[in-house]
């Protein structure tokens, strides 16, 4: 269909930039994702992975998300389910959804919903849980527990009523391209973002005939939950990312993500066919009485986001979190999305960064480059402790192995019958 690899990547990059996500709405994860209404299924984040692979942090959110759909009555129970193999384990990109750290996703779990309105593809992710413990980062206690069943029973309706008083949802794009001049990145930072969120949805939460003291703690909730967006920016990249892999050609990454154990890509050329290799540990800063000894391995769905272009790619976006990731300072920020731009293919004319002389975040990362550079993604991310139930421990970066885009470029080349 396309003359040559060039053309068919230009195809791609038309694609992404003619997304236009739209946040719909707030749902049930099996009314969005049809799979999860039958048996004992979780979603997580990551290429496949089976119980006995999993670290501490996507194993506790598992159990968490046992307890949570009542298939276990505690612990033990939740544990026995899950090393008989009776829950069935799908990745969220196997069914156009992201999920943060481990991913789990569960049927009864809130999730958001994004349409590209230009292809009309649709992407999901669970709700930020906010901060403390959480079970994207394995805890599963009762006030997890409690805090999940609030989501689901009034922050995820709340939402999803104040939504349908838009016309065709929030435009993810026009926010996001404020965000972005405020010092967002997207992945690590989303305070602008979150805050423009809030004042965009504010005027129709107001109008909703809800308790008042149940609404003030929602306002609240939105108010103190600065990765609110995080979630919502992954679903965006999500929709946009599957529109452009729906051009079948060429060599741009659509998908970048890890589950503790591999990282894995997909590519613009070859389906869904997964790449992988193992995971690096994220280098960083750590809240105070933990080290880079008690670090997880890579983890989360979240990189999907420098699959787009943003999150580390602009770390010149955001240089106030930089020294909390262990980045260095403004010097470093610009440093590296000048080193990003070496392996991506353009710029993003709607995602225009003011440090960076008004260029706009990457776009189109290409293989091709990563290979021929050996310069590697990097990624703004937190970190998690390798136990189950501690939680987050820092912030850091970390580098995608080069080994999964040397694979995949010699599959493509393959597939193309080029031999030299």
């Known amino acids: 269909m396309y003359a040559s690899i060039n053309e068919a990547n230009q195809a791609v990059l038309d694609r992404i930039k003619e997304a236009r996500p739209h946040w719909l709405g707030v749902i049930p994860a099996k009314e969005a994702i049809p799979t999860l209404q039958t048996g004992q299924k979780l979603l997580h984040a990551g290429p496949p992975i089976v119980w006995d692979d999993m670290t501490g942090p996507m194993q506790g959110a598992c159990i968490g998300a046992c307890l949570f759909e009542g298939w276990a009555k505690n612990e033990d129970e939740a544990v026995t389910l899950l090393k008989n193999g009776k829950v069935e384990f799908i990745p969220c990109h196997s069914v156009s959804a992201v999920g943060p750290m481990g991913g789990i996703t569960s049927a009864n779990m809130p999730v958001v919903v994004v349409e590209n309105i230009t292809q009309g593809n649709r992407a999901y992710c669970n709700l930020n849980e906010g901060i403390g413990k ?4 394995g805890a599963y206690g009762e006030d997890v527990q409690a805090r999940h069943r609030w989501m689901r029973d009034s922050l995820g ?3 999803n009523e104040a939504l349908q008083l838009f016309d065709k949802g929030i435009d993810l794009t026009a926010l996001m391209a404020q965000a972005i001049t405020m010092g967002d990145e997207f992945h690590q930072r989303n305070i602008a973002a979150s805050a423009l969120l809030l004042r965009t949805l504010s005027p129709k939460l107001a109008l909703l005939n809800r308790d008042k003291a149940e609404m ?3 306002f609240e909730f939105l108010s103190v939950t600065d990765q609110f967006f995080l979630n919502v920016a992954m679903a965006f990249c999500k929709s946009a990312m599957d529109s452009a892999a729906q051009i079948e050609a060429g060599t741009i990454v659509t998908v970048m993500t890890r589950n503790g154990k591999d990282f894995g890509i997909k590519v613009s050329g070859l389906g869904d066919q997964w790449f992988t290799a193992p995971v690096n540990t994220p280098q960083g800063l750590f809240f105070t009485g933990y080290s880079q000894d008690e670090a997880n391995s890579d983890i989360g769905d979240s990189a999907i986001t420098e699959a787009f272009g943003i999150g580390g790619a602009a770390m010149v976006a955001a240089p106030g979190v930089t020294r909390f990731v262990g980045a260095g300072g403004v010097e470093a ?3 590296t999305s000048d080193e990003m731009s070496e392996i991506y293919l353009e710029h993003n004319p709607l995602f225009q960064i003011p440090s960076w002389n008004f260029q706009g975040c990457c776009l189109g990362l290409d293989i091709r480059r990563v290979v021929e550079t050996g310069i590697t ?6 970190i998690a402790h390798k136990k189950a139930g501690i939680g987050q421990i820092g912030a850091g970066t970390v580098r995608a192995p080069l080994a999964c885009f040397e694979k995949a470029l010699e599959a493509l080349a393959k597939k193309m ?4």
Not at 134 to 137: A, I, K, N
Not at 417 to 420: C, E, G, H, L, S
């Open 157 to 159: 309706p709340a939402l």
């Open 216 to 218: 003030a703690k929602i």
């Open 417 to 420: 019958n080029i031999t030299d």
């Open 333 to 335: 920020a610009i440093e």
């Open 134 to 137: 959480v079970m994207r980062f």
């Open 377 to 382: 993604p990097l990624i703004n991310t937190g």
